[in-house]
């Protein structure tokens, strides 16, 4: 069965350092999904991506945050200086379309120290 | 907007017991609704959807769920569970025609005890 796959699972970064979170999506899905998971919390939406722009971001996006789509397999997520609070499971999906089942890959968990 | 709440954030339950973890939404749209595991250490994966049609879904694992509009719920219930199926429940909306982003619960903690 096809997967969205992360890299890297784990990654610690001091404060202040960019970090990239890296994702592949399933080949064929056209929408693309960034979540996080504060450890103990709930699943946010960070943004979502269609179309080579975004489409949709949550108020969590803030100016530290971009994503790029760089290739026809890769999408990623850029925190520009990373923050203690940044620390959590983040989580890239994928879907075909709106309503279809979205795919989400194991995770990368960021602690940011 | 969309919100969902997941009433109960932990649900100890004995092996081979029936459990219910639920779920209530709301939206002023219709939507999709969709429950996820979590397994330790693991990522989320699917484990049924409800788009349209019969109002009682099933995974194939022996989960099911109905979808009551008229009580905003999207309960999710299994008849016998195993240790197996000790994980994180998240219940998640996504509206039909938005950019097919998925509002999840605060999950529920499935401990099943031998």
């Known amino acids: 069965e096809p997967e969205v796959t992360q890299t890297p699972s784990h990654q610690v970064t001091q404060m202040g350092q960019e970090v990239i979170l890296r994702c592949v999506p399933i080949s064929n899905h056209l929408y693309f999904y960034w979540y996080r998971q504060i450890l103990g919390q709930k699943v946010e939406f960070l943004v979502s991506f269609y179309n080579n722009e975004i489409s949709e971001k949550s108020e969590i996006f803030d100016d530290q945050f971009s994503v790029e789509r760089p290739d026809g397999s890769n999408f990623t997520l850029k925190i520009r200086s990373t923050k203690l609070e940044d620390s959590a499971m983040y989580f890239c999906a994928s879907t075909g379309k709106p309503g279809n089942t979205i795919y989400f890959g194991e995770g990368s968990w960021l602690t940011v120290v | 907007a969309q919100s969902v709440t997941q009433l109960d954030s932990q649900v100890p339950v004995f092996e081979e017991a029936p459990v219910e973890l639920r779920c209530n939404y709301s939206s002023s749209v219709s939507v999709y609704l969709f429950w996820y595991v979590q397994y330790p250490n693991q990522g989320l994966q699917l484990l049924l959807k409800?788009?349209?049609?019969?109002?009682l879904v099933e995974s194939i694992n022996g989960f099911e769920a109905e979808f009551n509009k008229s009580q905003t719920s999207f309960h999710l219930r299994k008849p016998s569970v195993h240790i197996s199926d000790t994980a994180e429940y998240f219940c998640?909306?996504?509206?039909?025609?938005?950019?097919?982003?998925?509002?999840f619960g605060q999950g529920t903690t499935l401990q099943v005890k031998p």
């Open positions: 998640a909306v996504t509206h039909p025609s938005n950019t097919g982003k998925l509002i």
């Open positions: 409800y788009l349209s049609g019969s109002t």
